[in-house]
Every structure is written in structure tokens, then in C-alpha cells.
């Protein structure tokens, strides 16, 4: 590599970090004590403290933790780990420090990724430094870190996967497939979602190029053999683990028609602006609030008219003749078969819209757009007129919809990835990842076609500072990471023992979405400053034993569920203390904001909470009091779970 090469791409590096500082205001100033997002972030960081905790001090498998569900403990084979943070989190003494940093390499990397991916395949760097921008900061990575997603915030590893794939396929080089493979590893670790998604990316990529350059395909199944090997070799120490959680537990099903959809895109939502913008952020999402439900109303993916615009420069230069399309009618008014199909599927059309949606005009309008939409697609791939990344960002654009069209919130059709329901995918929106990165690739051929269309550098100049606009989402949601003063107290208590929190999760509580889990994630950030066991918890792949073991309890099953009894169990709650303890239980920990929104969900149980509390516990028994909790201690008995072993 030439000198001049390096440093060029230093500088692309060091400007896109420049960047992501900028636009993730202020969190640089707060890289110690506050983190961006919210509730699930504290669950993302109890994973940072468990891969260093179970790999430098344990010496033990990640895949499993004796730290939550005390005493059988957690099989962690599915969990939403992200291990590859995790491991480079390793060197951080500091678990919100590492947190940060992570997220702020997210947004750099992924527009140097981006930027090699698309200077390789569109050959001209200023096009490739803006399809970098595009990708990295597009409003759907800000938004999976605003929700504290870790492991959704990780889409830096995409197009350094893409780059060594498609090298792999068109270079002779054998350091290509392992390069792949070693990015397809991180996709993997970082979470299993995207692996199925860059799973599907490859198969179509493959799939259209065996079509197109069937040859190029052929001489390459060496080298993707190798590619695949390499991976399997390298993942299997994840996989393993993760493949024996699906052969011995029963998941708790985290999926259905109705969660599908809450998580889902509206199909107009790409054309929208950005939703998290500080100026008209908040009109944007008002405008769909009343017409859809769920991420619907919150236009995710959305893309920018700026790289619309591109898009669009790109498309009228390589999109077919008007004659093409001349042709294709005239051929199909001239069939007189293909004519009684269209008079046939007129009426059809008809009969099935009023049925369907009445006189809901709207509701029309999208459905006969897709349907046309997808006509005029299988002719163009079947004519070879369109191009991969057109014909991938479409694909991944209709996967982020989910199971049912939604165009303004009406339900028009079903789409293809209700056949993917059953697989353990709940926020199909996450799709949009796919999209930008075809979408990104686009854009930058439009802007290449653009800038060399006039001489003046202005209009490349307008269009990045419109993209730096339109895709503005600071000043990022950051939340406070200090605790109470009990958890640093209970830090210094020795001994192995565990403790209960009350609420117990997980919680699962009906809405009009279906049964959702309410699983108090700050718990989790709790239990890395006390490093004490606890009953119960929350993972991402939920198992019926672990949920059974805690309602098998009488006293646990009381606290979880205390609507199903009418009558206080005093008997029981005079042996609470004696159960805790056989359990080794040390300390409940009764968290008074959590029991206030529980009992807004489930009304009465605040107060049977606190009368079982009560019945339970004397006043003595406080160890600790402040606005957010009240500590009891449980006398200790002289037998414990461990002892009885």
C-alpha cells in the first residue's frame, strides 16, 4: 500500500471520528458517567461486566452465569451477549468508559467500512467518503442508541464483511474469504440477528450474480468454501452453545402477529424525515402517530431527501429507456391471453380492495403501488436492467416492513417475511441496517454521476452539508449511571450470598400488543457494582424452567403474582424469612418506582406487595431506606440451598 494511500485513509478514519463526536453531543463529555439511551443500556452493560467478569476473574464460560436465576443459574447460548464488545471492552477498567468508547467507534468505523467498501466498488473516494457518512450516521443507527442497544448499534463490521465477500467472489486472493469470515465472526458475536440478515445479503448477492456472471460465480466456490469453513472453524465456540440452548430449552415465545408489527416499518416511513431531529423531530412522528402503532410512528429508516435525491441521479442514469418499457406494454396489450389476465385481474383488484379495505382510499393506493411495484421489479430483474444494491436495498426495505404491509398505518398485504415469524427475530425494522448499506452505495453512485456532471464543487458542498442536516439527531438522549448508596455498601459486605429484588423479573404483563416482559434492566446494572447473585433476572432468550423455578416457589410466586390470591398467606409469610435464608438470600431490595408503574399496569398490587412485605418483615429488619428503595435483611436460620448439597 502506498504511503500516500495510508495517511489518506488516516485521515478518512480520523475525520469520520471527528464526526461522530459532533453528532453524538455531548456525550464526549460525559464518557465516565453517563451513557446514551436508555432502559435496555443498563442490560448492555451488565453484559460488558459479565464477559470480563466470567473470562479474567472466573475463568469461565460466558455462556452460562451463576449470577442471575440464583440458585440454578442462566444459560446465556442465546442471550443478546455481544460478545465481540464485550472482548474489546476488556481492557476498560471502567464498564461505562468501555460503553462509550464502543459506541463512538460504531459510528467511525462504520463510515470507514463503509467508505473502503464503496471506494472499491465505485471507484471514486469523494463518492465513497459521502456513502460513508450516509451509512454511519443515517437516523436508524441513532435511534438503536437511543434505545441503548449495543448490540444493534454495531453495524460498523457490515461493510468490511460486503468488501471481502464480494473480493472473494471476483479475486484470486486467499486472504479474502478469511478476512470475510473474520468479519463475519464480529457480525455473529455482536448479535445473531444480524448474522441471519447478512446470511440472507449473501445469498442474494450470490443468487444475482449467478444469474448475471454465472462463471465468475463458479470460479469462486473454492474460495467460498474457504470462507465458510474459516467461520464455522472460528464461531464455534459460540455456535455450539448457542445451537445446544435450542436442543434443551423451551423458549418462551417472544413473537407474535402483533409484537411483529409494533416492530415493524411503515412502508412510507423511508420517505419521511429523520425523526429524531431537534427541530421537527417530534412533528414528524406526531404526523404518523394517529395513523400506526409501534416503531411505525417513529420513522427509523428513515433516509434523507438528500440521498433520495441521489438516488434518484443514480436510477435516471442506468434505469431502462422509455422504449423498454413501450415495449413491454405493446407486447402485452398484443397477447390477447396477457389481455384477458389484465381485464380479469382489474376486476379482481377491484372486488378484493372494497372487500379488504372498504372505501379506505388510502389503503388502496398502497396496496396497488406494491403490487405494480413488484411486477415492474420481477421484469426488471428478469431483463437484468437492475442492479444489485437496487435490488437489495428494495429486498431489505420490504423485510423492514415485517409480516404486513403498513402504508400509513393501513394494513394493506402480506409480505414475505411472514414466512419468517417462527425464528427468533422480534423487531423486524431492523432491517433498515441492510438497506442503508445498499442504500448508501446508491447514493454515492449518484453523487459520483452528480459531481461529475458539473465542475464546480458547490453542489457536492450543498449536498453535504443538507446530508449533515437532515441527519442531525443531537443532543443524544444520555442517562445518569450513579446508584443508590446501598449497592456500594452491599459491594464491601463478604461472603457469597444473593439477593431479591422486588419487583421479581421477569414481569410479564398483557397490553394490546400481546404479553410483553417488563424486566427491570437497571437490576442488571445494580448487580455489576454489588457482584452479589440474585434471584430471578432477564435474558434475551427467555426459557419456561427458568420462570417455572421462580413460580415453584410459594413465597416468590406470592411476590410475582400477587392478583392471583385474594387472602394474605400469613402462615407463609411467617416462614419468609426461613425460605429466604434456604436460599441464601441475604437481602431483599424493595424498589419503590418499579412498584409504583407495576401497579399503574396491575392495579392493587402495590399494596399487596408491600402487605406481604410488611407480614414478612419487622421494622428492624430495614437495613436501608431512601427514595428509590427499602432494604430489608433476612435473619439468617442455620440452613441454607448450599449447606442441604
Not at 442490560?43 to 459479565?50: M, V
Not at 479475486?171 to 470475510?180: D, F, G, M, N, Y
Not at 446470511?199 to 468454501?225: H, M, P, Q, W
Not at 458542498?461 to 442536516?469: M, N, V
Request: glycine fraction near 4%; include cysteine; charge should be neutral.
Amino acid at each position: 500500500m502506498a504511503k500516500s494511500s495510508l495517511i489518506s485513509m488516516v485521515l478518512v478514519l480520523g475525520f469520520y471520528s471527528l464526526l461522530a463526536v459532533l453528532l453524538t453531543c455531548p456525550l464526549a463529555f460525559h464518557l465516565s458517567d453517563m451513557v446514551p439511551g436508555s432502559y435496555d443500556v443498563w442490560a448492555h452493560l451488565w453484559n460488558l461486566w459479565w464477559v470480563k467478569k466470567s473470562i479474567l476473574e472466573l475463568h469461565s464460560s460466558p455462556f452460562f452465569t451463576g449470577f442471575l436465576f440464583h440458585p440454578n443459574g442462566a444459560d446465556l447460548g442465546l442471550h443478546e451477549m455481544s460478545l465481540a464488545n464485550g472482548i474489546l471492552a476488556l481492557p476498560f477498567s471502567s464498564i461505562v468508559f468501555a460503553y462509550n468508547i464502543l459506541c463512538l467507534t460504531s459510528f467511525a468505523l462504520a463510515g470507514f467500512g463503509m467508505y473502503l467498501l464503496a471506494r472499491y466498488v465505485i471507484k471514486d473516494s469523494k463518492a465513497a467518503f459521502i456513502s460513508g457518512f450516509i451509512y454511519a450516521f443515517a437516523p436508524y443507527h441513532f435511534f438503536e442508541v437511543s434505545l441503548g442497544h449495543l448490540n444493534m448499534m454495531s453495524i460498523q463490521w457490515m461493510p468490511f464483511y460486503a468488501l471481502f465477500l464480494i473480493k472473494t467472489v471476483k479475486e484470486k486472493k486467499l486472504i479474502s474469504p478469511v478476512l470475510a469470515a473474520i468479519f463475519l465472526l464480529l457480525i455473529s458475536l455482536s448479535t445473531w440477528q444480524y448474522a441471519l440478515y447478512i446470511l440472507l445479503f449473501t445469498l442474494l448477492y450470490l443468487a444475482y450474480l449467478y444469474l448475471n456472471e454465472r462463471a465468475v460465480v463458479v470460479d469462486s466456490i473454492k474460495r467460498l468454501s474457504l470462507l465458510l469453513l474459516s467461520y464455522l472453524f472460528l464461531a464455534s465456540p459460540a455456535l455450539f452453545p448457542a445451537i445446544a440452548s435450542v436442543l434443551n430449552h423451551e423458549r418462551i415465545p417472544m413473537s407474535s402477529l402483533q409484537t411483529a408489527m409494533y416492530y415493524s416499518n411503515d412502508a412510507v416511513s423511508v420517505f419521511l424525515p429523520n425523526g429524531l431531529h431537534p427541530l421537527y423531530g417530534d412533528y414528524m412522528r406526531g404526523l404518523l402517530q394517529n395513523t400506526a402503532s409501534g416503531w411505525s410512528n417513529y420513522p427509523v429508516s428513515s433516509i434523507g431527501f438528500s440521498v433520495l435525491f441521489l438516488i434518484a441521479c443514480h436510477l435516471a442514469a442506468g434505469m431502462p429507456k422509455k422504449e423498454w418499457f413501450s415495449e413491454k406494454i405493446r407486447s402485452a396489450l398484443a397477447n390477447r391471453r396477457m389481455v384477458i389476465v389484465i381485464i380479469t385481474f382489474t376486476v379482481f383488484d377491484a372486488l378484493f380492495s372494497y372487500t379488504a379495505f372498504g372505501l379506505d382510499f388510502i389503503a388502496w393506493i398502497g396496496f396497488n403501488t406494491a403490487l405494480f411495484a413488484t411486477i415492474l421489479l420481477y421484469y426488471l430483474v428478469k431483463e437484468k436492467k437492475i442492479s444489485f444494491w437496487l435490488l437489495s436495498a428494495i429486498v431489505f426495505w420490504t423485510l423492514s416492513m415485517g409480516p404486513l404491509l403498513q402504508f400509513f398505518g393501513r394494513f394493506c398485504f402480506v409480505l414475505p417475511y411472514i414466512l419468517l415469524l417462527p425464528l427468533p427475530i422480534r423487531a423486524f425494522y431492523r432491517a433498515s441496517a441492510f438497506m442503508n448499506l445498499s442504500v448508501a452505495i446508491l447514493a454515492g453512485f449518484g453523487f459520483s454521476e452528480l459531481s461529475n456532471r458539473f465542475k464546480s464543487r458547490l453542489p457536492s458542498f450543498i449536498i453535504l452539508i443538507q446530508l449533515f442536516f437532515e441527519f442531525l439527531s443531537a443532543p443524544i438522549l444520555l442517562s445518569v449511571t450513579n446508584v443508590p448508596d446501598f449497592y456500594n455498601d452491599l459491594a464491601a459486605v463478604k461472603g457469597d450470598f444473593a439477593v431479591l429484588d422486588v419487583p421479581t423479573p421477569p414481569m410479564f404483563i398483557e397490553t394490546d400488543r400481546g404479553f410483553i416482559i417488563a424486566d427491570m434492566p437497571k437490576y442488571l446494572y445494580y448487580q455489576t457494582i454489588h457482584e452479589k447473585k440474585t434471584i430471578g433476572g432477564i435474558t434475551s432468550g427467555m426459557y419456561y424452567e427458568e420462570v417455572n423455578l421462580l413460580d415453584s416457589n410459594p413465597l416468590l410466586h406470592e411476590l410475582r403474582h400477587p392478583e392471583e390470591s385474594s387472602v394474605l398467606n400469613q402462615s407463609l409469610m411467617q416462614k419468609a424469612n426461613e425460605i429466604l435464608d434456604y436460599y441464601n438470600v441475604r437481602y431483599v431490595i424493595l424498589h419503590k418506582k418499579d412498584l409504583d408503574e407495576w401497579d399503574k399496569a396491575k392495579h392493587g398490587t402495590e399494596d399487596k406487595i408491600e402487605q406481604t412485605l410488611g407480614l414478612s418483615f419487622s421494622e428492624n429488619d430495614t437495613a436501608f431506606e431512601d427514595d428509590e428503595i427499602r432494604v430489608f435483611r433476612v435473619r439468617q436460620e442455620n440452613i441454607s440451598i448450599e449447606d442441604s448439597n
